[in-house]
């Protein structure tokens, strides 16, 4: 968060609910910081999953965000 008004590049951030390494607040402040300075910014939140999702749904959820992620800024 020290650094977080030098960030203008679009951030996509999943989060697992019960992530113990990093804690969820961190990722709501993150991105509440993000969307305060104008940066294009989402946040997704898996219940129930840690660092890691490892339910299939999830996995494919947040690998299918990376990809829309990637053709939406990357393909300009």
Same mark, same amino acid.
């Given at each position: 968060m020290t650094f977080a008004g030098n960030i203008k590049t679009p951030t996509l951030i $999943?989060?697992? @609910?019960?992530?113990?390494?990093?804690?969820?607040? $961190?990722?709501? @402040?993150?991105?509440?910081?993000l969307k305060r300075l104008g940066v294009p910014a989402e946040f997704a939140v898996y219940p129930r999953q840690a660092h890691n999702p490892q339910e299939p749904r999830m996995q494919r959820?947040?690998?299918?965000?990376?990809?829309?992620?990637?053709?939406?800024?990357?393909?300009?």
């Open positions: $999943q989060h697992g @609910e019960k992530d113990e390494r990093v804690p969820l607040a $961190q990722g709501q @402040e993150l991105y509440a910081a959820d947040v690998l299918q965000r990376n990809v829309d992620w990637f053709n939406r800024w990357l393909k300009k």
